[in-house]
């Protein structure tokens, strides 16, 4: 495959053989053809790799790399590490991404040559088949980029993100140990200076499992608390977004205390439940907000 595609879509899959025919099948779908499929079995024990690797058989454009398990940010260093492209579009083994998302991407990334983070908004998809609009986006009305500030208010929706190699290069890949590897990536992003463009278009699907746990959402803002940590210690933020950052971690902590409170009592699927009838929307899903989670 001598000519290097527009974009490079990266897949880590582990033990995904009942969502990620339909993730290759997104990917086929698009009508915008110039992109390649990397995907990444990281150590699966199911079919994921004979899936995947029945798919590339059909399709050049298609390659799978087997490992030993890293984890997702494991899983997508060596799909970029093995990219060709310079845009590198970041999607899970149980996300789609929609039929114009790489062509509405290609056209929204020469309009702003200055940007190296794109996303957009997308659906959250339910087992019951349901879908909701995602409606992440920055946090002023009508704004079209992202500041560090607002992302460590609430973080951009990241199903089908797109990004520059010299951004992945410059952060030096996703951490491997971390449960939110990409909210990470994207703070690290933009304290180094790269800059955000969102387009306010529909272009992918989170699809979620039943009722996202307690213990779970727990976890998230354990996680999201450690990256606010980590970005306050990379010695790149300015005063102000020094001041940010701090105020984002005292509401992910006051966060993590009144959850863990509300579980010790309650239990974890009461507590789920009052927290979505609190909310008066279902649970909002992982990389789609972060200190932004009231409870």
Known sequence: MPDVPRFSVTVPAYNAESTLEETIESVLAQAFDDWELVIVDDGSTDETRQIAERFAAA?????????????SGGAYNTAVRNARADLIVMLSADDLLL???????????????????????????????SQERADVHPTRPGSESCTIEELLDACFFGVGAVYRREVFDAVGGFREDLYAEDYLFWLMALAQGFR????????????????????????????????????????????????????????????????????AVLGPKLTTRLVERLRGRREVGPGASSAQRIV
């Open 99 to 129: 039929p114009d998302h790489l062509g509405s991407f290609d056209a929204f990334i020469a309009e702003n040559p200055e940007a190296s983070v794109f996303s957009s908004d997308g659906y959250y998809e339910y087992p019951d088949g």
């Open 196 to 263: 955000h463009r969102y387009l306010d278009q529909p272009l992918a699907v989170h699809r979620r499992g039943d009722v996202q746990k307690s213990a779970d959402a727990i976890r998230m803002r354990e996680t999201d608390a450690i990256v606010v940590r980590e970005v306050i210690a990379s010695g790149l933020l300015t005063p102000a977004q020094l001041e940010a950052a701090k105020r984002a971690e005292a509401r992910l902590q006051r966060n993590i205390r009144i959850r863990k409170a509300m579980t």
């Open 59 to 71: 399709d050049r454009r298609i390659r799978v790399i087997s490992q030993e398990n890293r984890g």
